[in-house]
């Protein structure tokens, strides 16, 4: 299957400072980007979609101006946790789903950051 | 809201095939069902997708009735690598986000000595 990659797997930082989350389609394109996030013991949960050059699509809930997501070309998006504050400590994670003409394009997840703010 | 169900454990023992059973009875007509393996810690891994009928591949098979409101995940000879959650999910094509998916619970499977 597809590869996606996350940077960094893991990040500990202060209250109040923010932190960038990069996520990479190794060997496809993905017109199409998803960050989800996961508390322990939990499901998923979609944060916001975002296509290649357009603004994210954000779940109702998620603030935008606190969650930034870029997705500047067809193999990277950045998620930046602006203000991180202890609530915000989860598991981040991406997935990318490229063009294949079907209805519903595959997504394939990265392997995740997990974010501690102390 | 999710759009499936499933149960929430199983256990089984290696060597054994396990069956999941996921139902989906507002699937939408554009909406493909697509399963995934998550591990702790780990993002999910993709297993298997279909639209109707049967799909197999190199770890698993896929069953899809003719009305397509539920789909059996079956994963032959469990080992004790395959203790993970898997989730079946559907596409959310009825509000126009073809490839959103919203994930359930899931099913932690526990694969026994």
Redesign the interface.
Known sequence: ?AV?S?HPSRVICKSGTSVKIECRSLDFQAT?M?W?RQFPKQ????MA?SNEGSKATYEQGVEKDKFLINHASLTLSTLTVTSAHPEDSS?Y?C?G?GTSG???????????T?LLVL | LAKTTQPISMDSYEGQEVNITCSHNNIATNDYITWYQQFPSQGPRFIIQGYKTKVTNEVASLFIPADRKSSTLSLPRVSLSDTAVYYCLVGDSASGGYNKLIFGAGTRLAVHP
């Open positions: 299957g996606v996350q199409t998803f989800y499901s998923l949960m979609l979609t598991f994670i997935a789903a079907k209805n519903q394009e595959t997504q394939y997840f990265g392997p995740g997990r």
